[in-house]
T-cell receptor, first 113, second 115 residues
Framework: ETGVTQSPTHLIKTRGQQVTLRCSSQ?????VSWYQQALGQGPQFIFQ???????GRGNFPPRFSGLQFPNYSSELNVNALELDDSALYLC????????????FGDGTRLSIL | QKEVEQDPGPLSVPEGAIVSLNCTYS??????FMWYRQYSRKGPELLMY????GNKEDGRFTAQVDKSSKYISLFIRDSQPSDSATYLC???????????????FGKGTKLSVIP
């Protein structure tokens, strides 16, 4: 069983640029959630995708957007990058349902200069 | 007040010790309670997953939930150097009518088990 995979592992950008991060969900999972983890903090929920639509969203501005594809993989896009966007971006996949646990990939570390 | 409070440590114990990690929470809408382990430069790995108040055991790990006190714990018996990691508590908050949920995490407790 293949786990959650994310790419790239590390990315360096400058302020104002745009970035796209990618996630392949675990086999059998149809729901993808994205989290931002700042250094020394717990992950914070950005949004979730199910059936190619945004299912729920945390307290993040509209410049954070996403997509889900028919094969359940997903992208996170961030426009107009700010220094505070420097963080580890985690993708988690699960089956749909309140009792289905979320399983995480190893993340993409984004550094903004 | 944050919704989930977790002492960030660091916590250092000798090999073989019993480790106790704790979180408190304020939101009564939290439904499921989880513990994740995160090694350096890795993503969180699910360790324990519980719903009801009470204890759940899996090998050397025991998760305890007390919904009346809004308090959860993770106990690690016979701790090993390989247990050295950051431990994150997480709680599920259902989306209204959407059949799914988001996770709310504590800050994580950094544990070191000294040989």
């Amino acid at each position: 069983e293949t786990g959650v995979t994310q790419s790239p592992t590390h990315l360096i950008k400058t302020r104002g640029q745009q970035v796209t991060l990618r996630c392949s969900s675990q086999s059998g999972h149809n729901t993808v959630s994205w989290y931002q983890q700042a250094l020394g903090q717990g992950p914070q929920f950005i949004f979730q995708y199910y059936r190619e639509e945004e299912n729920g969203r945390g307290n993040f501005p509209p410049r954070f957007s996403g997509l889900q594809f028919p094969n359940y993989s997903s992208e996170l896009n961030v426009n107009a990058l700010e220094l505070d966007d420097s963080a580890l971006y985690l993708c988690a996949s699960s089956r749909q349902g309140y009792n289905q646990p979320q399983h995480f990939g190893d993340g993409t570390r984004l550094s903004i200069l | 007040q944050k919704e989930v409070e977790q002492d960030p440590g660091p916590l250092s114990v000798p090999e073989g010790a019993i480790v106790s990690l704790n979180c408190t929470y304020s939101n009564s809408a939290f439904q499921y309670f989880m513990w994740y382990r995160q090694y350096s430069r890795k993503g969180p790995e699910l360790l324990m997953y519980t719903y009801s108040s009470g204890n759940k055991e899996d090998g050397r790990f025991t998760a305890q939930v007390d919904k009346s006190s809004k308090y959860i714990s993770l106990f690690i018996r016979d701790s090993q150097p390989s247990d050295s990691a950051t431990y994150l508590c997480a709680m599920s908050l259902p989306f209204s009518g959407a059949g799914s949920y988001q996770l709310t995490f504590g800050k994580g407790t950094k544990l070191s088990v000294i040989p």
